[in-house]
């Protein structure tokens, strides 16, 4: 089965903590701290696969982990750094935060490596934290934490061109009759299971990218059909052919289809329906009728609207070079940029630890202080010492914790909790 979506969970490395020990050699009087820095975590990074085109590989593993920082050691050793994880994708995959579906990143054009996690970075080890006043450091910092995010993988064709179309109407004939492409061909809906490129080469012009997008039908935008699922691989051609039944061999009048389509790309994406639009009147060697000619109807109808029409026939050939130089032509002269999904999400700024906020509040007669930043600073800091404790109550008053107690009606002899530590509040 084709797979052009998938969501997994994937998360960087944690740092490595620092090491907090102390040199100690016979003979070697006041050997100060030496404890080492641990080791930076590795990276989750997205790469793009020339020789993969489905995302059928993240259909049955769903986490993905870079490996993490190992903690620093003694006597100054640092501590190794984890592995990155590198996740191999075919080009033109949109990576999505998975809740709100903002674009991360869109491994397409120079696009080809991005790192999307970065690892937490290594804790210091106690040898940095010794000062004149403070020549025993009996207290090293913790790595950075990793970071964890659910994606969504999205696979967007990259094509110039799309073939769109209500089912059997010859797109696929079309594709095998102009490039090497080789799609399943049937007298039945639904052949095309799944979106097939190919490439167009023409003697004197310049070739082009076509993408056959399997047919699409009424309510196809609500989820109706096959077609649903495949609207988001025209999201990036640049000209649509619209491919229709000039002969009605199934029944169904071809101005009216064309109508039906461009409102089912309308409701997709109205942007998409705007884009320009060359109409393939085929199976036109089916056509028997003396009393009307049907390519005349539509290019009585949509010339006027500045759509170009071309009978063709996909099983003949005829009228098949003309679309396509045609076609090349007009993507020469279109002053369209490649398109690139921009970044919306930014996992580095909705993931941050120290600037997170701190919470006061009175719970059963006491004052609760909690959030990351004094989570941290209490993991790395001796409150046995009476160094690490002026040290602590410094930090309090610095980031503005003190001023909180005081506002939210603290006294003296109070207690004070931060996560399993409790203390009297004294002014």
């Not at 809740?99 to 120079?110: C, N, R």
């Not at 207290?139 to 179309?165: F, M, R, T």
């Not at 909690?370 to 209490?378: C, D, S, T, V």
């Amino acid at each position: 089965m084709f797979a052009d979506r998938a969501k997994i969970v994937i998360r960087s490395g944690k740092g490595g903590d620092g090491h907090c020990s102390f040199r100690r050699e016979l003979y070697v009087p006041n050997g100060g701290p030496d404890g080492g820095d641990g080791g930076k975590g590795g990276d989750l990074i997205f790469e793009v696969d020339e020789g993969l085109n489905t995302l059928v590989d993240y259909r049955h593993k769903r986490k993905y982990a870079a490996g993490d920082g190992e903690e620093g050691g003694k006597r100054r050793c640092h501590g190794k750094d984890g592995t990155d994880t590198v996740l191999r994708v075919p080009e033109g995959t949109v990576i999505k935060e998975a809740s709100t579906g903002k674009v991360i990143a869109d491994m397409s054009g120079d696009n080809r490596r991005q790192i999307v996690l970065k690892g937490g970075k290594g804790g210091l080890g106690n040898q940095h934290f010794a000062t004149a006043t403070m020549q025993v450091p009996k207290y090293a910092q913790p790595g950075q934490p990793s970071k964890e995010l659910e994606v969504l993988l999205e696979l967007k064709v990259i094509a110039d061109v799309g073939l769109v179309g209500f089912p059997n109407v010859g797109k696929s004939t079309l594709l095998s009759r102009v490039t090497n492409a080789q799609p399943k061909i049937a007298n039945y809906h639904f052949t095309t299971l799944s979106p097939n490129l190919g490439v167009v080469d023409l003697e004197g012009a310049k070739g082009f990218v076509i993408a056959d997008i399997p047919g699409l039908i009424e309510g196809a935008s609500e989820g109706v059909g096959l077609g649903h699922q495949f609207l988001r691989h025209i999201e990036r051609t640049k000209l649509m052919i619209h491919v229709v039944d000039a002969a009605g061999t199934e029944g169904r009048d071809p101005v009216d289809d064309i109508y039906k389509i461009n409102e089912e790309l309308k409701a997709y994406n109205p942007e998409i329906a705007e884009r320009p639009q060359v109409i393939a009147a085929n199976k036109t060697d089916l056509i028997y009728s003396e009393d009307e000619d049907p390519v005349q109807r539509l290019k009585d109808e949509f010339e006027p609207k500045g759509i170009k029409v071309f009978p063709i026939s996909g099983v003949s050939g005829e009228g098949i070079q003309e679309l396509l130089y045609y076609v090349s032509d007009a993507i020469q002269h279109m002053d369209v940029k490649p398109i690139v999904f921009e970044q919306e999400y930014f996992p580095e700024d909705e993931i941050i630890y120290l600037n997170l906020p701190y919470t006061v509040e009175k719970k059963d007669d006491m004052y609760v202080v909690e959030g990351p930043k004094i989570e941290k600073m209490l993991g790395y800091t001796n409150l046995d010492s009476e160094k690490g404790f002026a040290f602590f109550q410094k930090f309090l008053k610095e980031a503005g914790i003190l001023d909180e107690l005081e506002k939210a009606g603290i006294e003296e002899g109070d207690t004070v909790k931060m996560y399993g530590l409790q203390f009297e509040y004294f002014r």
